[in-house]
């Protein structure tokens, strides 16, 4: 948090018209029985009419793209999504195997506290809410005339500097803010990965699809490893080299194990509830 005093200072206190870009620290945690945490900079796009939120590895990649010509494509379990301003409704980007787009709509309802700190000569106050099925805290200033914060957290008479759930197992912190020119394009990286429009579905039935994928979790590569005829052809499962159909099933239990293992979203209540061996 100490990075914020000097960035954060440069912005006026009015944002109207503006497009700024802040940046989060998100510490989470995938498997919520152990203590040990991921670190990943998270990006908040705050334009004139539309919000995004992303990881921060996807500007890099697309910067490297456009520099070098190239086409990587990235993506990982970390959140990714976007809304209209002053909206509750956001549309939730999922890879599972294909894009998938959900849309929800999450009114968040917060209680303000009297209780504030300072930072960088801002002053923070206290807000909590529950949400996802976890309580949170939020602390945020009124000296940053928006009501804009990390993934779904908003509707605050303010800017978000910090939010952490009382279990310990996510907490954003804002780390750095600075001003664009112009919007920044998320067409290749978000709402078109890889040529592929996302296929909008529902939450219920993106929850059968994971429920689906975990029943049988190489269901498309034992496909692919079926019907090859390269003899040099080389496959790969977390790491590990396929040579003999024997090994499927194995890998295939290892697959299940690390899907339940890390099964701790941020909004818990939406927890997949895979089945008990």
Do not use: C
């Amino acid at each position: 948090m100490k990075n914020i005093i000097i960035v954060l200072l440069i912005l006026s206190t009015s944002l109207t018209g503006q497009t700024h870009r802040f940046i989060y620290e998100y510490d989470f945690k995938m498997d919520s029985t152990s203590t040990q945490k991921r670190k990943a900079n998270m990006v908040l796009d705050v334009n004139p009419d539309q919000v995004k939120f992303y990881n921060y590895d996807f500007v890099v990649t697309d910067s490297l793209n456009k520099t070098k010509g190239e086409n990587n494509m990235i993506w990982d379990d970390t959140p990714a999504l976007t809304r209209k301003r002053n909206s509750t409704i956001n549309f939730n980007y999922i890879m599972l195997q294909n894009m998938f787009i959900v849309e929800t709509d999450n009114t968040i309802s917060w209680k303000l506290s009297n209780e504030t700190k300072a930072l960088g000569g801002y002053t923070l106050q206290k807000a909590t809410t529950k949400f996802g099925g976890r309580n949170w805290t939020a602390w945020f200033t009124k000296d940053i005339v928006l009501n804009e914060g990390p993934y779904k957290f908003r509707g605050l008479p303010g800017m978000i500097f910090e939010i952490y759930d009382d279990k310990d197992n996510f907490k954003f912190s804002l780390v750095k803010s600075y001003k664009l020119s112009k919007n920044y394009e998320t067409i290749g990286i978000l709402e078109n990965f890889g040529g592929q429009k996302p296929v909008k579905i529902s939450e219920v039935k993106l929850a059968k699809m994971m429920l689906d994928n975990y029943n049988d979790p190489l269901h498309d590569f034992k496909e692919h490893y079926k019907n090859n005829t390269d003899p040099n052809a080389h496959f790969m499962v977390m790491g590990i080299e396929v040579k003999s159909p024997e090994q499927l099933k194995e890998l295939s239990d290892m697959m299940q194990k690390n899907i339940k293992k890390n099964n701790n979203p941020i909004e818990i209540d939406k927890a997949v509830h895979y089945p008990i061996k």
